[in-house]
């Protein structure tokens, strides 16, 4: 399975996951899997149908914010307001889960969080997207 990485209580990041690993997600508290990998980036990725499919089926909601390059500010916007508002645990993945801390990152910067801790949590220098 797939090693998600806790960034904080309610907060965690992912490579790529298959369906199964959505199940599972979900079957351990995971209450929303979000999704910042665009479909047909490669061969052997699982169409984000799939995987939405199982995290539903898991019984977790399920939302898709495909972020190409540079997470957007509405792309975080959107992603920040669905962390606050998710009903529990939340998992963020992409191909390796780069997009997705920083598309957390920019978010939780947005709303004010502190850019040292940001930078803490997210494990590596976020200067070139955060600024500073």
């Not at 209450?31 to 539903?56: F, H, S």
């Not at 509405?74 to 307001?81: F, G, K, L, P, W």
């Not at 997705?100 to 969080?113: N, V, Y």
Request: proline share 8%; with cysteine.
């Amino acid at each position: 399975m797939t090693q998600f990485r806790k960034v904080t209580d309610s907060f965690e990041v992912s490579p790529q996951i298959t369906p199964q690993e959505a199940r599972e997600a979900a079957a351990a508290g995971v209450k929303l899997i979000i999704n910042n990998r665009p479909d047909g980036e490669a061969p052997d990725q699982p169409p984000n149908a799939a995987i939405e499919a199982a995290a539903r089926a898991g019984g977790a909601d399920y939302l898709y914010i495909p972020v190409a390059g540079r997470p957007t500010p509405d792309q975080a916007a959107r992603q920040a307001a669905a962390v606050a508002g998710a009903a529990g645990p939340v998992l963020a993945f992409c191909r390796s889960g780069t997009r997705s801390i920083t598309t957390w990152a920019l978010g939780e910067a947005a709303k004010g969080r502190d850019r040292a801790e940001l930078v803490r949590l997210a494990g590596y220098d976020l200067a070139p997207v955060l600024g500073g």
